[in-house]
């Protein structure tokens, strides 16, 4: 897996969006940038994932740089509810650990 | 429904007991991972599994044990050789391919008194 970067804790205005930042500078070509969100206590949830172009679903965007090297995951209009621990990994699942870091507390103020 | 069972939900033992967390899914997944957390940290991976009856330490199996003897199950010991068993432990279990995702069960809050 590939090892990744993130900021410890952000804050954001509730209905602003949230821009979680993720450095995976060395993440190989055939894995993917995968995000997962853990609310307190509870077993992480996946978000979104990507290759190498932007993607985007009902929960949040993915945006990918061009090199590779970086990522950031944007809650286009944030709620309470999006408080959490966001984690970034890189990972083909393949016969490969599974490793997360530490993530970013994400805090959404009223 | 599809998904991955973890259970109990809350465990207690006393010191010096082994004690035996269950996962169980029913995705038809290869490969499956169990993890720590410990209050305000992040998931450190114990031990995974990528096919039946092959298994691999993580970062931390130190004081615990793992059996792979059925691709649904992969049940985790916790040693009395664990120092501090005292943690909320995650099961997870993905398939062996790309552009996929893991499936995580809600976790197993372990307290050793």
């Known amino acids: 897996d590939a090892k990744t970067t993130q900021p410890p804790s952000m804050d954001c205005a509730e209905g602003r969006a949230a821009n979680l930042p993720c450095n995976h500078s060395?993440?190989?070509?055939?894995?993917?940038v995968y995000w997962y969100r853990q609310i307190h206590s509870q077993g992480p949830q996946y978000i979104i994932h990507g290759l190498k172009n932007n993607e985007t679903n009902e929960m949040a965007s993915l945006i990918i740089t061009e090199d590779r090297k970086s990522s950031t995951l944007i809650l286009p209009h944030a709620t309470l509810r999006d408080t959490a621990v966001y984690y970034c990994?890189?990972?083909?699942?393949?016969?490969?650990?599974?490793?997360f870091g530490t993530g970013t507390r994400l805090t959404i103020i009223p | 429904d599809g998904g991955i069972t973890q259970s109990p939900k809350y465990l207690f033992r006393k010191e010096g007991q082994n004690v035996t967390l269950s996962c169980e899914q029913n995705l038809n997944h290869d490969a499956m991972y169990w993890y720590r957390q410990d209050p305000g940290q992040g998931l450190r991976l114990i031990y995974y599994s990528q096919i039946v009856n092959d298994f691999q330490k993580g970062d931390i199996a130190e004081g615990y044990s793992v059996s792979r003897e059925k691709k649904e199950s992969f049940p985790l010991t916790v040693t009395s050789a664990q120092k501090n068993p005292t943690a909320f432990y995650l099961c997870a279990s993905s398939p062996r391919r790309m552009n996929t995702e893991a499936f995580f069960g809600q976790g197993t809050r372990l307290t050793v008194v």
């Open positions: 990994i890189g990972t083909n699942f393949g016969n490969e650990k599974l490793t």
């Open positions: 060395t993440i190989s070509g055939n894995e993917y």
